[in-house]
């Protein structure tokens, strides 16, 4: 579990340090599913055990690492949204999806010179 949230973590940096907007919004996505990974596995889990406490149960299920998750999805949903709509709201205002602030152009078809 801990190789797979290594891999998520340096495959969004790798990522977010990039210089187009949508490979930084993919690597920020893999941060968060690294991060959420984290959360999952640090609250311990535990194997056919009720999440809800009980008087007749001894056992259960901690519930924090659940509801954490569950909202750090939502968030990341949310910041994802977001930062899409900010990117193609420069990438429209600027014509260039760098996030550097370069001044290099999305080629199109019409720029594009025949050999």
Known sequence: MASAIA????????????????????GLTLI?????????VSGRLTINRP??????ISDYADPLPQALVLT???ITFGMTAFAVV??????????????DGDEVACAT???????
């Open 7 to 26: 891999v998520l973590t340096a495959g969004g940096i790798y990522l977010a340090l990039r210089g187009r907007t949508f490979q930084v919004v993919l």
């Open 72 to 74: 750090a999805i939502v």
């Open 32 to 40: 968060s599913y690294a991060v959420n990974l984290f959360l999952f």
């Open 86 to 99: 900010l990117s193609l709201r420069s990438f429209l205002e600027t014509g260039s999806d760098q996030v």
């Open 51 to 56: 999440p809800i406490w009980s008087k007749t």
């Open 109 to 115: 078809d019409s720029d594009a010179t025949p050999s």
